[in-house]
């Protein structure tokens, strides 16, 4: 049973280029989300969608952070350019409202191995 | 102000000791609370929803106090394999977004 897959494990890339990052997330799940994690600010969400549609995107730091969810099983993040700031693990989860219905505690999020990303 | 705090210990705990930690978080309308854990360099994983009336799974032990706005979990019994980051995480009524804790780091020694 697989479960959310992401794409690259690692990236080392230099100021200035471009990073694109790929997830895949469970299948069934209508809810895909992307998570920046740093020492520094913990875990934070940068977007999520539903339906492959973009719900919030308030948590994309700045316009150099794009994501796109062309269909239900594939998403990417794009940095570009992307700087050394950027550096961090990137983590997509996904979950289905399916589990919220009836539920007491609200829904569980699967996540992915993420993405660690260095910028030099 | 951050949504969610926890403090970041760490807590070094023996074997079998016994090690409880908090949360507190600002907004209250929040419905839905939860423990993942993290451990390191892993992704988060679901440790246990945490109910009004408190729950528990095996040695976990969650409660929530409603009206000082904090959730705490409680590890009875540590084993070695309890070593980890344990996030609070919070949600709004019917909200798909998750706020979570910067973690409390538990280290358990042999």
């Known amino acids: 049973d697989a479960g959310v897959i992401q794409s690259p494990r690692h990236e080392v890339t230099e100021m200035g280029q471009e990073v694109t990052l790929r997830c895949k997330p469970i299948?069934?799940?209508?809810?895909l989300f992307w998570y920046r994690q740093t020492m520094m600010r913990g875990l934070e969400l940068l977007i999520y969608f539903n339906n492959n549609v973009p719900i919030d995107d308030s948590g994309m730091p700045e316009d150099r952070f794009s994501a796109k969810m062309p269909n239900a099983s594939f998403s990417t993040l794009k940095i570009q350019p992307s700087e050394p700031r950027d550096s961090a693990v990137y983590f997509c989860a996904s979950s289905s409202a399916a589990g919220l219905a009836g539920s007491l505690g609200g829904v569980e999020q699967y996540f992915g191995p993420g993405t660690r990303l260095t910028v030099t | 102000r951050k949504e969610v705090e926890q403090d970041p210990g760490p807590f070094n705990v023996p074997e079998g000791a016994t090690v409880a930690f908090n949360c507190t978080y600002s907004n209250s309308a929040s419905q839905s609370f939860f423990w993942y854990r993290q451990d390191c360099r892993k992704e988060p994983k679901l440790l246990m929803s945490v109910y009004s009336s408190g729950n528990e799974d095996g040695r976990f032990t969650a409660q929530l106090n409603r009206a000082s706005q904090y959730i705490s979990l409680l590890i009875r019994d540590s084993k070695l394999s309890d070593s980890a980051t344990y996030l609070c995480v919070v949600a709004g009524p019917y909200d798909y977004k998750l706020s979570f804790g910067a973690g409390t780091t538990v280290t358990v020694r042999a």
């Open positions: 299948s069934g799940h209508d809810y």
